[in-house]
């Protein structure tokens, strides 16, 4: 005969009070334009919204957008639209899933979530501002974040019209706000190539691909609370 001792320990949080607060406040929500007229685009958009919303992560879970978004094939409805690839813009299955990766990564730094893995694309992009964009590629880049709050957050997204949003939705434990700040440490001229195409007519030009101006920036995150400012850098990137 053996005896077991045990030792009870009430939880911090009972159940009753937990379904009080949880996911009671928004800790942030973020928006970004889209040419809605682009429908492979959007329709990429939209999906890779519909399989990020709902999603929850527990205290010190993370999140990975290439996991729960899956692999971007035909087979899943993504169709062909723009992407950037080696610093040209390319059509490739799933181009514009991007957008919601960066609109997402633009909510985790308002709500001060933990961001893990987060890469800068190679070309600037129109819908979000330097240093808060986050490319993706399937068995490439990811965009990753745990969860550092105390309680459950749920990740809120949509694609309506000419927009998509983001809401992260959690419980706030106290009155805190960020705001973020990017500094442009140099603008890059591009430069011009020329290669001879014999297949043009004489004295025929044509583009090929047209050049865009690069930039190395530094993003700041300024936490404010309880009346004390911290302010941390959040990001390098290079375009």
């Given at each position: 005969?053996?005896?077991?001792?045990?030792?009870?320990?009430?939880?911090?949080?009972?159940?009753?009070?937990?379904?009080?607060?949880?996911?009671?406040?928004?800790?942030?929500?973020?928006?970004?334009?889209?040419?809605?007229?682009?429908?492979?685009?959007?329709?990429?958009?939209?999906?890779?919204?519909?399989?990020?919303?709902?999603?929850?992560?527990?205290?010190?879970?993370?999140?990975?957008?290439?996991?729960?978004?899956?692999?971007?094939?035909?087979?899943?409805?993504?169709?062909?639209?723009?992407?950037?690839a080696h610093g040209q813009l390319i059509d490739e299955v799933g181009g514009g899933v991007c957008q919601p990766s960066s609109t997402l990564?633009?909510?985790?730094?308002?709500?001060?979530?933990?961001?893990?893995?987060?890469?800068?694309?190679?070309?600037?992009?129109?819908?979000?501002?330097?240093?808060?964009?986050?490319?993706?590629?399937?068995?490439?880049?990811?965009?990753?974040?745990?969860?550092?709050?105390?309680?459950?957050?749920?990740?809120?997204?949509?694609?309506?019209?000419?927009?998509?949003?983001?809401?992260?939705?959690?419980?706030?434990?106290?009155?805190?706000?960020?705001?973020?700040?990017?500094?442009?440490?140099?603008?890059?001229?591009?430069?011009?190539?020329?290669?001879?195409?014999?297949?043009?007519?004489?004295g025929t030009r044509e583009t090929q691909q047209t050049g865009a101006t690069g930039y190395k920036t530094v993003t700041y995150k300024t936490?404010?609370?309880?009346?004390?400012?911290?302010?941390?850098?959040?990001?390098?990137?290079?375009?």
């Open positions: 005969t053996y005896e077991i001792p045990i030792t009870r320990t009430p939880a911090e949080v009972s159940p009753d009070q937990l379904a009080d607060v949880l996911f009671r406040d928004t800790l942030a929500s973020t928006s970004t334009n889209l040419n809605e007229g682009n429908k492979p685009r959007t329709n990429n958009v939209r999906l890779a919204c519909q399989y990020i919303n709902g999603t929850i992560l527990n205290p010190g879970e993370e999140f990975s957008y290439n996991n729960v978004v899956g692999e971007r094939t035909a087979e899943r409805g993504f169709r062909s639209a723009g992407a950037y990564y633009m909510a985790v730094l308002r709500a001060d979530l933990e961001v893990t893995e987060r890469h800068n694309h190679s070309l600037t992009v129109s819908y979000t501002p330097l240093g808060e964009d986050a490319t993706v590629s399937w068995g490439g880049p990811d965009f990753r974040f745990k969860n550092n709050t105390k309680y459950p957050i749920k990740i809120v997204a949509s694609q309506s019209g000419g927009a998509m949003y983001i809401d992260i939705v959690g419980t706030k434990t106290s009155d805190k706000k960020v705001t973020l700040k990017t500094e442009i440490l140099e603008t890059l001229d591009y430069e011009v190539v020329e290669k001879i195409d014999a297949s043009l007519a004489p936490v404010t609370e309880n009346g004390t400012s911290t302010t941390t850098k959040a990001n390098n990137s290079y375009y």
